[in-house]
């Protein structure tokens, strides 16, 4: 069984594992609790971090859909 490398949460500051993701160099902490026993997760679950020995990362690029379009000089009102 493979084990996850260890990343710090960017909200709680505890270290947890960090989850595969499709991004080179980054990964994703692992759902967790703020609370051992409370219902609600901590915020940074799930968030992308670096790894610490990675050479090399990929940012996520922003999403052109959710971005308005600039208007143009034929747009009407």
Do not use: I, N
Request: glycine share 6%; hydrophobic share 35%; charged share 20%.
């Amino acid at each position: 069984m493979a084990s996850y490398p260890r990343v710090e949460c960017p909200v709680c500051r505890g270290v947890y594992a960090g989850a595969p993701t499709r991004a080179t160099g980054m990964v994703s902490v692992v759902d967790h609790k703020r609370e051992s026993r409370s219902l609600s997760l901590c915020p940074g679950s799930m968030t992308h971090v670096r790894l610490r020995d990675a050479g090399a990362w990929q940012e996520q690029l922003p999403d052109p859909a959710a971005a308005p379009p600039e208007p143009t000089l034929f747009d009407a009102d």
